[in-house]
């Protein structure tokens, strides 16, 4: 899937079975792969149940981007607090 990096921020991210989630705010690259790592998605105000505001969604997730992006798993609370630590180092360069 080849994508601009500024046709992708701002998007809508849905999951597969249609509940909104909230928008891209930014995506991680990994550079020793030249490829998106994830997206960083700002989690709609209303989803109480993630203490994070930001969550970092691997990319192979998304199955869609178009209007709005499509990812095709659940977020979990422990999966997003854990997860965002994980792929803070050096091989990744957030866009």
Request: positive net charge; aromatic residues 8%.
């Amino acid at each position: 899937m080849n994508i601009r990096v500024s046709s992708v921020r701002g998007k809508k991210v849905y999951t597969s079975v249609g509940k909104y989630l909230g928008h891209v705010n930014s995506l991680k690259f990994d550079i020793q792969r030249n490829k998106i790592a994830s997206l960083l998605v700002k989690i709609d105000r209303r989803i109480k149940r993630l203490q994070s505001r930001v969550v970092s969604i691997p990319y192979d997730w998304v199955t869609a981007v178009g209007d709005i992006v499509i990812i095709d798993k659940k977020l979990s609370a422990s999966w997003s607090k854990n997860k965002e630590s994980n792929i803070q180092n050096k091989d990744f360069v957030e866009l």
